[in-house]
C-alpha cells in the first residue's frame, strides 16, 4: 500500500476533525456565551479541554464507525473511497459553516462514507445505517425536543417561588458546568467519528488489522484536532444557535445544555449510536423555548435548520461520489 496516500488521507481525516471542531463549536457554548455566562474565548478555551478528554471515555463509536456503516474497502481503490468520503463531508462542512447553517457533521461524514462506497463498488451495511444513523437521526431530535420541554418544565416548578434575578444569576453559574458536559459529550461522540475513519484507513494499508483495539496517538491526535477547531470557534453558526432560534435566558440555557449533554452520554454509551449533536442541542434549545410560550421560537429559522439535517447526508453523499469518480478517472 502506498504510505503516501494513507499519510494523505490520515491528514485529511484530521483536516475533517477540525472543521468538525469550528463547525461544531456552537453546539457546546452558544447557550453559555448568549446567555453571558462565559465570555466567548472562555467558553471555547473549556469546550477545547472538555472535548479532548471526552475523546478518551470510550470506544463504541470509533467502532460503528469503522467497522459497522460500509465494508472496509481494499487496496488503492479502498482508500480513494475513503478520501473520497472525507472530501465530501470536508466540503459540506464549509458550505454549512459559511451560510452559518448548524447542519451535522457528522451526518456529512456518513453521507460521504455512503454515496464514496456506493461509486466505488462498495457494500454499504444498511442494517446498520438505518440502525445506528438514520433511525437516531429520526428519534434523536424528538428526544431532544420533549426532554429540553419537560427539564425547561421542572426548572419553573421548583424554582418558581424563587426570586427571579438571583435564580438567573445561580443558573448563570450552573452554565459553565452544564456547558462542560455538553462539550465533554463531543468530544465523546465525534472525536471517535474521526478515530473511526483513522483506524478504517490503518485496516486498508495492512497497519492495523480489523477488530484491533485504537491506538493511542490516533485517540490523541483525533482529540487534538477536534479540540483546535473548536477553540477557533464558529461564529457563524453560533449566532443562529445563540440568538436567531430564541432569545435564550440562562435557566434556559442551563435545560438546553443538561438535556444535550444526558442524550450524548446516553447514546454513546447504551447504543454506541454516532447521533448528531448539533440536532440534539437544537432540538433542545426548540423545546426549552417553546415552555415560554410556542410562538416564541422562531419556528422560520427551526424549519430551514430542519430542511438542512435532511439534505446533509444526500448532499455530502453526492460530492463525495463525484470526488471518487474524478480520483478514479485521474489515478486509479
Known amino acids: 500500500m502506498d504510505t503516501f496516500a494513507l499519510i494523505l488521507t490520515i491528514l485529511v481525516a484530521l483536516l475533517f476533525a477540525y472543521t468538525n471542531g469550528f463547525h461544531d463549536s456552537a453546539n457546546a457554548i452558544a447557550t453559555s456565551v448568549s446567555t453571558r455566562a462565559l465570555t466567548p474565548r472562555a467558553a471555547l478555551a473549556m469546550a477545547a479541554v472538555m472535548n479532548l478528554a471526552g475523546a478518551f471515555l470510550g470506544s463504541g463509536v470509533a467502532k460503528t464507525v469503522s467497522e459497522g456503516l460500509i465494508q472496509t474497502p481494499q487496496g488503492s481503490k479502498g482508500m480513494g473511497i475513503l478520501f473520497a468520503a472525507l472530501l465530501g463531508a470536508i466540503v459540506w462542512n464549509l458550505i454549512t459553516w459559511y451560510y452559518g447553517l448548524p447542519s451535522s457533521s457528522s451526518h456529512a461524514l456518513f453521507g460521504g462514507l455512503v454515496g464514496a462506497a456506493l461509486a466505488g463498488g462498495t457494500a454499504v ?55 462542560a458536559g455538553m462539550a465533554l459529550g463531543h468530544g465523546l461522540q465525534d472525536a471517535q467519528k474521526t478515530m473511526g475513519v483513522v483506524v478504517m484507513a490503518l485496516v486498508i494499508a495492512d497497519v492495523e488489522n480489523y477488530g484491533d483495539p485504537i491506538p493511542v496517538w490516533v485517540k490523541l491526535v483525533s482529540a487534538a484536532m477536534l479540540s483546535l477547531g473548536t477553540y477557533a470557534g464558529g461564529w457563524r453558526i453560533m449566532r443562529t444557535l445563540g440568538r436567531k432560534i430564541i432569545e435564550l435566558d440562562p435557566p434556559q440555557g442551563f435545560a438546553a445544555e443538561t438535556t444535550g449533554a444526558s442524550i450524548m452520554f446516553a447514546t454513546a454509551f447504551l447504543f454506541k449510536a454516532p447521533i448528531s449533536t448539533t440536532h440534539v442541542i437544537t432540538s433542545a434549545i426548540m423545546g426549552v423555548g417553546a415552555t415560554k410560550r410556542v410562538n416564541a421560537v422562531r419556528w422560520g429559522v427551526a424549519k430551514n435548520i430542519v430542511l438542512g439535517w435532511f439534505i446533509t447526508m444526500p448532499a455530502a453523499a453526492l460530492v463525495a461520489a463525484t470526488a471518487f469518480g474524478l480520483i478514479n478517472l485521474a489515478f486509479l
Open 125 to 179: 451495511h444498511w442494517s446498520g445505517v438505518v440502525d445506528k444513523i438514520i433511525t437516531p437521526m429520526f428519534l434523536s431530535p424528538v428526544v431532544g425536543l420533549i426532554v429540553g420541554y419537560l427539564v425547561m418544565t421542572a426548572i419553573m416548578w421548583i424554582f418558581r417561588r424563587f426570586n427571579p434575578h438571583k435564580a438567573k444569576r445561580g443558573f448563570r453559574i450552573a452554565q459553565t458546568v452544564s456547558a
